[in-house]
């Protein structure tokens, strides 16, 4: 299983980004899927995540109210709109999958992308 992330960019604050990550694979599958961001300096973090099935989302209390997680189950890609941006969202965003239940969706993920860059100027 291979997941493409892309979309990132560069933006002013107030604006909005969509990434998107694409799952390939003859064997993918899912029960979850995530975004994580890791910032300069810091550890990577949860970000949202969605139940593949009945597409649940899930958030941190930081991007809630301005982050939308969806599914296009027919296209195995994952979406993060990303609205309201401020420059504490500047990070490299990775997307993640994780084919078995799990007591939290922040942590057990299977298979990550590679990232993609966000950068939210003041």
């Known amino acids: 299983v291979q997941l493409q992330a892309s979309g990132g960019g560069f933006v002013q604050a107030g604006g909005s980004v969509r990434l998107s990550c694409a799952a390939f694979?003859?064997?993918?599958?899912?029960?979850?899927m995530g975004w994580f961001r890791q910032a300069p300096g810091k550890e990577r973090e949860f970000v949202a995540a969605?139940?593949?099935?009945?597409?649940?989302?899930y958030y941190a209390d930081s991007v809630k109210g301005r982050f939308t997680i969806s599914r296009d189950n027919a296209k195995n890609t994952v979406y993060l709109q990303m609205n309201m941006l401020k420059p504490e969202d500047t990070a490299v965003y990775y997307c993640?999958?994780?084919?078995?239940?799990?007591?939290?969706?922040?942590?057990?993920?299977?298979?990550w992308g590679q990232g993609t860059e966000v950068t939210v100027s003041s």
């Open positions: 694979g003859p064997t993918f599958s899912s029960y979850i």
């Open positions: 993640a999958d994780r084919v078995r239940y799990g007591a939290s969706v922040k942590k057990g993920y299977d298979y």
């Open positions: 969605i139940n593949w099935s009945d597409g649940r989302p």
